[in-house]
């Protein structure tokens, strides 16, 4: 580094940094974070304020991978602080939206949605990005209408951006507020369109059992049981009985439609084996 035209101490920063991001590629976040503060303890020394908040900002996402929100939050203020002081608003996106993020998991709603509205209020804000990440971290209501407006102005600004991925995504997520609601048609035809525009990256399963639910109480039988086997290929019903036991049960209710008793009565026996699997675990 120091070949390099840095000075001794930008050079050890340097390469703490360096260290910091070979032990995050191999998911040692312990030791990435161990490096990232003593990246930090140099920066805060040198005087650079632009160099100290980049420092900050990737110990924070360090210690976000170890699983401690209390502590990135103070990490995050700290740099918050700093690039304010700078003037520098873009810079604040990528910090502004992990701190969201965190806040989301410790359920602070208010300082969450605040933090959205503080990179809402700067011009030459990435709105797509900023809006999505908010509604991706705007928890299902099942009788709200928060959820689905969100996604809804999502759809709006990703058509225009003509993002088919973040289309696709919006259907699905507009599919399961619908499908919570009991408005199966609706969900059933946000469902149609996120495949159409997709398919949606990374479907969860979530998502999937909503489908399954849509289409049985609209007696598409077809798309149910395709629905009913994608899950089944996606998890391990050793270590999710309970998911597994409700596919089961689909599937019955399916077969019993059709008529097939024995089938179904078969599919039930299985139900039940793997609910009293989860009891007892």
Excluded: C
Excluded at 61 to 86: K, T
Excluded at 103 to 128: C, G, I, P, R, W
Excluded at 223 to 230: F, G, L
């Amino acid at each position: 580094r120091k070949s390099e035209g840095l000075d001794e101490t930008r050079a050890k920063i340097a390469v703490r940094r360096d260290l910091a991001a070979l032990y995050a590629r191999q998911q040692q976040w312990a030791n990435a974070a161990a490096q990232g503060a003593l990246a930090v303890s140099l920066a805060e020394v040198l005087g650079d304020p632009k160099l100290f908040a980049a420092a900050l900002i990737d110990q924070a996402r360090y210690l976000r991978e170890s699983n401690d929100p209390r502590r990135v939050l103070v990490v995050l203020d700290r740099a918050g602080r700093i690039i304010a002081a700078l003037d520098r608003p873009g810079d604040l996106l990528d910090p502004l939206l992990l701190r969201a993020e965190l806040l989301f998991e410790l359920q602070m709603e208010k300082e969450k949605e605040a933090a959205y509205e503080h990179l809402l209020s700067h011009t030459n804000v990435d709105l797509l990005r900023v809006e999505l990440h908010r509604a991706q971290h705007t928890k299902p209501d099942r009788l709200g209408t928060t959820y689905p407006n969100r996604w809804e102005r999502i759809l709006t600004l990703a058509r225009e951006a003509g993002r088919q991925d973040v289309v696709a995504e919006a259907h699905d997520a507009l599919g399961l507020a619908a499908s919570w609601s009991k408005q199966y048609a609706e969900a059933v035809r946000h469902f149609s369109a996120a495949d159409s525009a997709g398919p949606p990256p990374n479907r969860g399963i979530m998502i999937w059992m909503e489908i399954i639910e849509s289409n049985t109480a609209l007696d598409r039988r077809p798309a149910a049981r395709a629905a009913i086997e994608k899950v089944f290929a996606l998890i391990d019903p050793t270590k999710e009985p309970g998911r597994a036991s409700a596919l089961h049960e689909a599937r019955a209710e399916l077969l019993g439609r059709d008529g097939d008793f024995a089938a179904a009565y078969q599919e039930l026996r299985a139900a039940n084996e793997l609910r009293r699997r989860q009891n007892a675990t």
